[in-house]
Structure formats: structure tokens, C-alpha cells
């Protein structure tokens, strides 16, 4: 196991809603399936751990993070493609995503706050109609495309 699970593993523990949060956020960062498979063997004791805390969060449930948190290490576990979670959440920005190396954005509607990506998926080859908003906070909405 290495030095960052170990580190997830105890924050996610704590019942301190500040180092819930911030491990979500990094598990929500990675790529390391290796690691994320190792949290998997976790998932109960995380479970019951986190299930009553209130992250808070004004506009934008923390609680929202601890959820992906936890569905891309059921994603991992279960060997899906990390696209198979762009669509449950508001919070995956294409450019980030390509910038990381799992999209290619293909073509995109002109700049705006509200605008659309095309974007296939680097793994797995899906393409999806990614739908960009701005309420407080910019989110992306993620659609397969049906022909992919
Ligand atoms: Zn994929």
C-alpha cells in the first residue's frame, strides 16, 4: 500500500469533516488505479465512517465530493472506464480531463460561459456531448452519444 492510501485511509476515518474532504478531492485527482483499487478493500469501514457527516458546503454539497470520492473507487474495483463516472456528476471539466490525458476534446461550440465540448474518451473510446453551465459555480454535464 503506499504512503498516499495510508494517508486517504486515515483522513477518510477521522470523522474530521476537513480531512474527509480533502482526501475526497485527491481521490477524485487520481489516477492511480492501483491505489484506488487498494482503497476499494476499504470501502466498508469508509462507509460507516463517513455515512452520517455533514461535509457542509453552501452552494456546492461537500457531501457531493465524498460520493464521486467513493464511486471512482467502486470504479476502479470494479475495472470500469473512469468516463463510466462523467455522467453521474457536475463536476468533471472536460479541459482538466484532457489535460490529464483521459479526453480528447474534439470540437467545441465558440467560448462561452454556456457551451458544449464533444469529447471521445481516450481508454474506452466513447464520445460524449458535455454540456457547460455557470450557476455560482461552472459545471459540466456529461451525455453519451447514442451512435458511439
Ligand atoms: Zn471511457
Redesign the pocket.
Known amino acids: 500500500m503506499s504512503g498516499e492510501v495510508d494517508a486517504w485511509l486515515a483522513d477518510l476515518l477521522s470523522r474530521d469533516t476537513h480531512r474527509v474532504w480533502g482526501a475526497a478531492c485527491a481521490i477524485n485527482d487520481s489516477r492511480d488505479r492501483q491505489d484506488l483499487a487498494t482503497l476499494a478493500g476499504h470501502l466498508p469501514a469508509i462507509q460507516r465512517a463517513t455515512a452520517d457527516l455533514d461535509l457542509g458546503g453552501a452552494l456546492f454539497p461537500n457531501n457531493e465530493r465524498l460520493r464521486q470520492a467513493l464511486a471512482t473507487v467502486r470504479a476502479a474495483r470494479d475495472g470500469l472506464?473512469?468516463?463510466?463516472l462523467y455522467g453521474q456528476f457536475l463536476t468533471h471539466d472536460p479541459c482538466k480531463e484532457e489535460g490529464a490525458g483521459d479526453v480528447t476534446v474534439v470540437s467545441t461550440s465558440p467560448p462561452d460561459w454556456n457551451m458544449t465540448y464533444r469529447c471521445r474518451?481516450?481508454?474506452?473510446?466513447?464520445e460524449y456531448e458535455v454540456e457547460q453551465g455557470e450557476y455560482h459555480l461552472t459545471w459540466w454535464k456529461w451525455g453519451k452519444e447514442e451512435s458511439a
Not at 81 to 84: D, E, I, L
Not at 121 to 126: D, E, I, Q, T
Open positions: 472506464c473512469r468516463c463510466s474518451c481516450n481508454h474506452c473510446g466513447a
